[in-house]
């Protein structure tokens, strides 16, 4: 999914100091340095996360085999989640914390989920090195980070796969490769949306991808314009092959979690085809990937 909306944040691990209970914070964390401190327990994990001067709280716990209640705390937003891998059935909520009232994710939300998700990323591991506490936080996180202002925050996710999410672990291979630049590409086509311009079928709608982390520049993605490749995102040209930032990966940019699948190809090649990340022509580009976030399993 879309790329990051800051720049790198810095990370420090904390193994001491306060704990948080569940939707509490203590003295010791509050005022407390930027960066992320985490502290892990037995199927369970708390932190507290700064940037630009404002903080978040989390939390993930499994209250029952394969069930984990998620909540993340800040600018007097409380995000919960109850992800329920067995069915593969999540409920997802946001209000505002003073009020207990529906609220919407703002551009300030996001940036600051943006954050909190590279933080996590740099931190965590990867695949079945993670325990699943933290594997749903940050996969929720990061579906928080891209959610739009224009799609309510309570809901419900389902995800099964091949009729919820269809893996593209395949495509995201080049040379026989997940990573690394390519000699010859392996195109999947085609990344499709719909929007004022018009339906799936129409080819200004459509880009041929190249999926997997394969190359960047200056965080963006690259496109193919007379033979040569160019740093940028064209807007709605006919089917340009494009590639790079890890284009059909679940997740915001190259972090979190290895998962490539349709509707997350779709979802970038809607942000990314001159719309932005909170663009309601996308609305059902983020819904449809958003089981998938939560749920497909790693390509490797």
Request: with cysteine; aromatic share 8%; hydrophobic share 30%.
């Amino acid at each position: 999914m879309r790329n990051f909306l800051g720049a790198a944040v810095a990370v420090m691990l904390s193994g001491c100091g306060g704990q948080m209970g569940e939707g509490g914070t203590s003295e010791q964390q509050v005022g407390a340095a930027e960066g992320l401190s985490l502290t892990r327990g037995q199927e369970s994990a708390s932190g507290r996360f700064a940037h630009g001067g404002v903080e978040a709280f989390f939390s993930s716990k499994q209250v029952e085999p394969g069930v984990f209640r998620l909540e993340v705390r800040h600018n007097g937003m409380t995000l919960t989640g109850l992800v329920d891998t067995a069915n593969g059935v999540s409920s997802l909520d946001g209000f505002a914390e003073d009020s207990g009232q529906d609220t919407q994710m703002l551009d300030g939300d996001r940036e600051l989920l943006t954050a909190l998700y590279a933080a996590l990323n740099a931190e965590l591991p990867a695949g079945t090195a993670l325990s699943p506490e933290l594997k749903y936080l940050r996969r929720a996180v990061g579906l928080w980070a891209e959610h739009p202002g224009s799609v309510q925050l309570q809901r419900t996710v389902m995800g099964e796969q091949g009729r919820g999410y269809t893996m593209l672990c395949s495509y995201a291979k080049c040379g026989g490769y997940y990573t690394g630049s390519c000699s010859t590409y392996n195109w999947y086509s085609y990344a499709k949306h719909d929007c004022q311009h018009g339906g799936f079928d129409l080819t200004g709608n459509q880009q041929i991808a190249q999926l997997g982390d394969h190359g960047t520049c200056s965080g963006d993605e690259l496109y193919l314009s007379n033979g040569s490749w160019v740093c940028g995102e064209p807007d709605h040209w006919s089917r340009p092959k494009v590639r790079g930032n890890c284009f059909g990966r679940c997740g915001g940019g190259c972090g979190g979690d290895t998962q490539y699948t349709v509707d997350a190809t779709n979802h970038d090649g809607c942000v990314r085809n001159g719309h932005a990340l909170a663009s309601a022509y996308c609305d059902d580009q983020f819904t449809s990937a958003s089981d998938d976030e939560l749920y497909a399993p790693d390509c490797y």
